[in-house]
C-alpha cells in the first residue's frame, strides 16, 4: 500500500467529522460539530489516502493528547512526539492498521525529524494495542481516567524509542 499523506482540508474534516465507529469502539466516533471539524483544521492534523480513497487521518502534539492526561502529568515527558490515529471506521479489524501506522510514523520522521514517540489508548481497546506492540510501543505505568457520560473510560500511554 501507498499511502499520501497531506494538511487536513475542509472537505476531508468535515466527512471524518461524520464517522461512526461501531461498539465498543464508538468513544471514537465524531459528533459532526463545527468544534471538532476546526480541531481538524488547527494545523496538526493530516488526512491518509490510498488510491484516491481517505483511508484515515493523523495528528501529532497536543492534538494527540487526551486532555484529562495533562492533569496527572502524563505527557510531561518532552522527549516523545505525541502521535494520534484514526482509520476510517469501515477499514478497522480488516488488517490495516499496522501498515497504516507505519506509514504515520515514517511521516512524522520526515516531517518533524523525531523518532520517539507516544500514543494514549483505550485500555479495552486491545485490537489496537496489539497493532501498537506489533510496531515496538510498550505500555507504560501511566494510566488515567476519562469520564464519558455516567462510565469511566481507562486510558495507557505507550512509547516507541528510535522507530
Known amino acids: 500500500?501507498?499511502?499520501n499523506i497531506k494538511n487536513m482540508?475542509?472537505?476531508t474534516a468535515e466527512e471524518i467529522s461524520q464517522w461512526q465507529y461501531k461498539e465498543p469502539y464508538s468513544i471514537?466516533?465524531?459528533d459532526r460539530c463545527e468544534d471538532t471539524i476546526n480541531e481538524f483544521l488547527n494545523g496538526s492534523y493530516f488526512s491518509v489516502l490510498e488510491n484516491n480513497k481517505l483511508t484515515g487521518y493523523f495528528c501529532f502534539g497536543q492534538s494527540a493528547q487526551v486532555p484529562i492526561g495533562n492533569k496527572v502529568g502524563a505527557y510531561n515527558d518532552k522527549n516523545y512526539t505525541d502521535i494520534g490515529l484514526g482509520l476510517k471506521p469501515e477499514l478497522c479489524g480488516k488488517?490495516?492498521?499496522y501498515?497504516?501506522?507505519k506509514a504515520g510514523l515514517?511521516?512524522?520522521i520526515n516531517t518533524f525529524s523525531k523518532n520517539n514517540f507516544r500514543l494514549t489508548v483505550a485500555q479495552f481497546n486491545e485490537r489496537a494495542?496489539?497493532?501498537?506492540?506489533k510496531i515496538g510501543f510498550t505500555k507504560t505505568k501511566?494510566?488515567?481516567n476519562k469520564m464519558n457520560g455516567k462510565d469511566s473510560i481507562e486510558f495507557i500511554i505507550m512509547t516507541l524509542e528510535n522507530f
Open 106 to 108: 515514517n511521516f512524522a
Open 28 to 30: 471514537y466516533s465524531m
Open 1 to 3: 500500500m501507498k499511502f
Open 142 to 144: 501511566v494510566k488515567f
Open 99 to 101: 501498515i497504516f501506522l
Open 9 to 11: 482540508d475542509k472537505l
Open 95 to 97: 488488517g490495516y492498521g
Open 129 to 133: 494495542i496489539k497493532v501498537y506492540e
